[in-house]
């Protein structure tokens, strides 16, 4: 079974405050995405990654960067969290040569007060 | 501008009837099409797909029909069942951008199944 897992469920932090959320698979997937879901606006692509080191932006990135210095790895960075990065941040992972399904974390609720 | 749109937020069915979710797109490169369910405070998880050389493919109580000319697929559920009751996402994916296995999601039907 393919496992993808975020460091965290559920997080508080305040504005300004730089956030990092980690995204581990354990399948060997070569692409790993992140996305952050709001209501009414579905899945949104913030960042995705096609190998180690390698990075894409996706439809909204302003605002975050990722970092992915292991291939199992893949981390999103809010450097300075404003309220309306307030979201539920879902990360996935897929083999390469697609199309495939991308299999997805669990997700973090973030609130930034 | 919306590439994968799902017009209806939410649809409400009689346990054991069919549940059909709808879903349309704009973008002729798409040639994959996938459909996410989604409970509160989880993942998506996959259901089920098809590829733009198919027009219908079958998994359980799961069907997904594909109308190219139209740009149009659908999911159907026979018969519906009360844990089915979560969000419907549609996702396809093409080699637009040059990137074919990003995937760009509509945004989701809400189903509820009733006993």
């Known amino acids: 079974d393919v496992k993808v897992t975020q460091s965290s469920r559920y997080l508080v932090k305040r504005t300004g405050e730089k956030v990092f959320l980690e995204c581990v698979q354990d399948m060997d997937h070569e692409n790993m995405f992140w996305y952050r879901q709001d209501p009414g606006l579905g899945l949104r692509l913030i960042y995705f990654?096609?190998?180690?080191?390698?990075?894409e932006k996706g439809d909204i990135p302003e605002g975050y960067s990722v970092s992915r210095e292991k291939k199992e790895r893949f981390s999103l960075i809010l450097e300075s969290a404003s309220t309306n990065q307030t979201s539920m941040y879902l990360c996935?992972?897929?083999?390469?040569?697609?199309?495939?399904?991308?299999?997805f974390g669990p997700g973090t609720r973030l609130t930034v007060t | 501008d919306q590439q994968v749109k799902q017009n209806s937020p939410s649809l409400s069915v009689q346990e054991g009837r069919i549940s059909i979710l709808n879903c349309d797109y704009t973008?002729?490169?798409?040639?994959?099409f996938l459909w996410y369910k989604k409970y509160p405070a989880e993942g998506p998880t996959f259901l089920i797909s098809i590829s733009s050389i198919k027009d219908k493919n079958e998994d359980g109580r799961f069907t997904v029909f594909l109308n190219k000319s139209a740009k149009h697929l659908s999911l159907h559920i026979v018969p519906s069942q009360p844990g089915d009751s979560a969000v419907y996402f549609c996702?396809?994916?093409?080699?637009?951008?040059?990137?074919?296995?990003?995937?760009?999601f509509g945004k989701g039907t809400l189903l509820t199944v009733n006993p």
């Open positions: 996702a396809a994916s093409g080699k637009s951008g040059g990137s074919n296995y990003k995937l760009t």
């Open positions: 990654s096609y190998d180690v080191k390698m990075k």
């Open positions: 973008n002729s490169m798409f040639d994959y």
């Open positions: 996935a992972s897929s083999t390469a040569g697609g199309p495939v399904e991308q299999y």
